[in-house]
């Protein structure tokens, strides 16, 4: 292996980069208006690894030294507000690609290809009418994670990542954009669409080979609100489901190479919400009050369908498939989520307690890390929920 081989950056960093992942998403209303950046700033640790009773035994927040950040995964309340306008404007996303060695559990580390430095990529928003300017780095400006962009381009091309690109599924147009986009070491690339149709949709990366590039965490979420928005909600959270492909079994401790053959024969380790094993549970775990209205944003990026179920939850609306205009199914209990799509959820919290979201393929949530945490704070509601003797 040679160049940004994973083992190389396993073994070679001698120095931690110890700068947080500054998230430099912007989305930028032009010419009128800058909204401001959403995107928080966090230096979490592995804090947030309260871990269910059923999942593996719980480890002690060491950090990992071998990594290139300490933490992969983007909280699920990390996205931008409702665009709120009544007029169509050019919204601006500033995107960069970069792969990082990142822990995907206590002492298993991975080396993700990510939009940004985080799993999933930036949650994008933007009105029906709207032009999106997307420009694309290959490599974090100003690089802080500065051994990548040493390398050369025949080192980039050894280890599979010689060019990124991003294809949007809300782009009418050849690829989504992604011809457009292909983008080589140290080389940026723009190029805009109109936003017409309303719908929440998935993005990727589309360079050879396009599989691995999304299997390795390159994929986000865009939403296109329709011109008049959507309904007020207390809450919205961003949620995407992958499947991760390591040469050893779950839970195999030390650096973990990602194993084409997994991903060839549809077999992976890992089923992973926001890119790692209880990104979002305890300190980061999904927060509402009783009486919120919750949204949820939840895709595939990756190449296995999800059977999404929130267990003691029942989804008051539920748009399948993307399509936010059509009338919701209401009261449901399960939903699939094809790869490559997502969907809307939107529900009242109503009796306090902690709720898991799961993969209903249960091995997947039990056994294989596809679980988040839902925390409901508030009075206790006794007509709907309660014991009784006997
Ligand atoms: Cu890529």
């Known amino acids: 292996m040679t160049g940004c081989s994973e083992e190389e950056k396993y073994n070679g960093r001698a120095e931690k980069d110890s700068t947080a992942q500054a998230d430099k998403l912007k989305h930028s209303a032009l010419p009128v208006q800058k909204v401001e950046n959403h995107t928080t700033h966090e230096m979490a640790g ?36 409702p665009v709120n306008r009544k007029e169509s404007q050019l919204v601006a996303v500033d995107l960069y690609t970069d792969e990082l060695v990142a822990e995907m559990m206590p002492e298993v580390t991975y080396q993700y290809w990510t939009y940004n430095g985080k799993v999933p990529g930036p949650f994008i928003r933007a009105r029906a009418g709207d032009q999106v300017e997307i420009r694309l780095r290959h490599g974090k400006p100003n690089a ?20 990124h690109s991003i294809d949007l599924h809300a782009v009418i147009g ?23 149709h309303p719908g929440i949709y998935v993005y990727h990366c589309a360079s050879p080979h396009v599989p691995s590039h999304i299997a390795n965490g390159m994929y986000g979420m865009i939403l296109v609100e329709p011109e008049e928005g959507l309904a007020k909600v207390d809450r919205e959270f961003y949620v995407m489901q992958g499947d991760f492909y390591t040469t050893g079994k779950f839970g195999a401790k030390g650096y973990q190479a990602f194993s084409k053959e997994k991903l060839l024969a549809e077999q ?11 990104s979002l549970s305890g300190e980061r775990a999904l927060k509402a009050k009783v009486g919120e209205k919750i949204r949820m944003f939840v895709g595939v990026g990756s190449h296995i369908a999800s059977n999404f179920h929130i267990i003691g939850a029942i989804f008051d609306n539920l748009y399948q498939d993307g399509a936010i205009l059509s ?11 094809a790869a490559g799509s997502a969907v809307m959820i939107e529900f009242t919290a109503q009796v306090p307690g902690k709720y898991l979201l799961v993969d209903h393929n249960l091995t997947r949530a039990i056994d294989k890390g596809a679980l988040a945490e839902l925390i409901i704070e508030g009075i206790e509601q006794p007509e709907l929920y309660r014991q009784v003797s006997n």
């Open 46 to 81: 592995h804090s947030g690894g309260e871990m269910h009773a059923a999942m593996m035994p719980s480890t002690k927040n060491k950090p990992c030294t071998a990594c290139d950040t300490d933490e992969i995964s983007r909280k699920a309340d990390d996205l931008p507000p």
């Open 144 to 163: 802080a994670h500065k051994n990548h962009n040493e390398h050369t381009a025949e080192q980039h091309a050894a280890a599979g990542h010689s060019a």
């Open 174 to 196: 050849p690829g989504g954009g992604a011809p457009l986009m292909q983008v080589g070491q140290g080389e940026e690339k723009r190029f805009r669409f109109k936003a017409t």
């Open 268 to 278: 992976p380790e890992y089923f992973l919400f926001n890119g790692r094993v209880n």
């Open 327 to 337: 009338p919701p199914l209401k009261n449901v209990q399960t939903t699939t989520i």
